[in-house]
């Protein structure tokens, strides 16, 4: 089946530093990917939708200059968290749809752990 | 109200069990349904989808009902294998994801 892979899977940072999370689809071309942010014991959140070659759509609440969304390629989307702070710490994880839109298969990444001290 | 609803449990059963977990959803105008599954501090993965005659796979059967916007998952013969959490998912211009039911098989 579809691959999705992301990196990394942990990292530690400093308050203040930027850090920057990989969203690779292996298999197919992923016109759209989704960020999702999950806290401890909460569902996933959608953060945005990344589009290819375009600005990406931001969910309400979510601010787009601290989480910065580039998808240059058709396999590769960058979600680059700037200024971290302590309360950015959680699980981020992206995903694509190999189908049609909205086809629900979505296929996620192993998922990247921040933690920011 | 929350957008897509499931009790959270945890639901402790004996391998064997059979175990039934309900969702709901709040927009009437939702396209798609489906149960993903999570294990703990690991990425979902679709379970299976959800239609509105009903569909099974094996010890999974998923269910639908639109009028009173409800889904459900039964599982039957539980393993020990199938303790994690089912997260309840719903379409409508986007997948919109519960907080998720946590399973927990015991011997």
């Known amino acids: 089946g579809a691959v999705v892979s992301q990196h990394p899977s942990r990292v530690i940072c400093k308050s203040g530093t930027s850090v920057k999370i990989e969203c690779r689809s292996l298999d197919f071309q992923a016109t759209t990917m989704f960020w999702y942010r999950q806290f401890p014991k909460k569902s996933l959140m959608l953060m945005a939708t990344s589009n290819e070659g375009s600005k990406a759509t931001y969910e309400q609440g979510v601010e787009k200059d601290k989480f910065l969304i580039n998808h240059a390629s058709l396999t590769l989307s960058t979600l680059t968290v700037t200024s971290a702070h302590p309360e950015d710490s959680s699980f981020y994880i992206c995903?694509?749809?190999?189908?049609?839109?909205?086809?629900?298969?979505?296929?996620f990444g192993e998922g990247s752990r921040l933690t920011v001290l | 109200r929350k957008e897509v609803e499931q009790d959270p449990g945890p639901f402790n059963v004996p391998e064997g069990a059979t175990v039934a977990f309900n969702c709901t959803y709040s927009?009437?105008?939702?396209?798609?349904f489906f149960w993903y599954r999570q294990d703990c501090r690991k990425e979902p993965k679709l379970l299976m989808s959800v239609y509105s005659s009903g569909n099974e796979d094996g010890r999974f059967t998923a269910q639908l009902n639109r009028a009173s916007q409800y889904i459900s998952l039964l599982i039957r013969d539980s393993k020990l294998s199938d303790s994690a959490t089912y997260l309840c998912?719903?379409?409508?211009?986007?997948?919109?994801f519960g907080t998720g039911t946590r399973l927990q098989v015991f011997p």
């Open positions: 998912v719903v379409s409508t211009d986007k997948l919109i």
């Open positions: 927009n009437s105008a939702s396209q798609s």
């Open positions: 995903s694509a749809q190999a189908g049609g839109a909205n086809t629900g298969e979505l296929f």
